[in-house]
């Protein structure tokens, strides 16, 4: 168990629709990751949050927006869904590097979303 | 070309045996290698983590870097049924908290059979 807590497990929707991903970092950790995993891209980063504020984009859809509150836990928010959003979505958090040293990267267990 | 080369597998060997799990990559920024072991349906569990060129270990796991040739591996020693898993290699251009995400190769599924 990483300490890295999503929710929900499993998400099933139809194209169109708008859902919300839920991550608690572990305690302690002021940095927040998401990234998306499906079968033909492999893992691929989305955004970075830090204490509140955007840190860093990756391969983010427009359609696709993310947040990350005052208690550190972070939402990504996916509209406008399609077919080919389907996959697994996965946060991951780090510390901060002068109270670890590193800025290794935990992953949680992520939310599989199948959309109809 | 891919920024991170991962030859997806499957890769099977017996009990025992000593295994190689390889990844090129084109970026000479990234500065940070990292091995994740991933489960079915599970998160991404880090292994290894290095920094320099040479060889890190940790146990039955070694992680051997050489920038120069813009080439990683993950050796396995002794390996059991229970290493059976996806193996993703990863890296990154900054630590100390710069803004990074990772870059993933796409995963060699390892399969020890007993």
């Known amino acids: 168990d990483s300490g890295v807590t999503q929710t929900p497990k499993h998400l099933i929707t139809a194209t169109g629709q708008r859902v919300t991903l839920r991550c608690s970092p572990r305690s302690g950790d002021l940095s927040v990751y998401w990234y998306q995993q499906s079968l033909d891209q492999g893992l691929q980063f989305l955004i970075q949050?830090?204490?509140?504020?955007?840190?860093a984009k990756g391969n983010i859809l427009e359609r696709f927006s993310a947040q990350q509150f005052p208690d550190l836990h972070s939402e990504l928010n996916l509209s406008s869904l399609e077919l080919g959003d389907s996959a697994l979505y996965f946060c991951?958090?780090?510390?901060?590097?002068?109270?670890?040293?590193?800025?290794?990267?935990?992953f949680g267990p992520g939310t599989r979303l199948t959309v109809l | 070309q891919k920024e991170v080369e991962q030859d997806p597998g499957p890769l099977s060997v017996p009990e025992g045996a000593i295994v190689s799990l390889n990844c090129t990559y084109s970026n000479s920024a990234f500065q940070y290698f990292m091995w994740y072991r991933q489960y079915s349906r599970k998160g991404p569990e880090l292994l290894m983590y290095t920094y320099s060129s040479g060889n890190k270990e940790d146990g039955r796991f070694t992680a051997q870097v050489d920038k120069s040739s813009k080439y990683i591996s993950l050796f396995i020693r002794d390996s059991q049924p229970s290493d059976s898993a996806t193996y993703l290699c990863a890296m990154s251009l900054y630590s100390g908290g710069g803004a990074d995400g990772l870059t993933f190769g796409k995963g060699t599924h390892l399969i020890i059979q007993p």
């Open positions: 991951a958090s780090s510390a901060p590097p002068v109270t670890s040293g590193t800025d290794e990267q935990f």
């Open positions: 949050y830090y204490n509140g504020e955007e840190r």
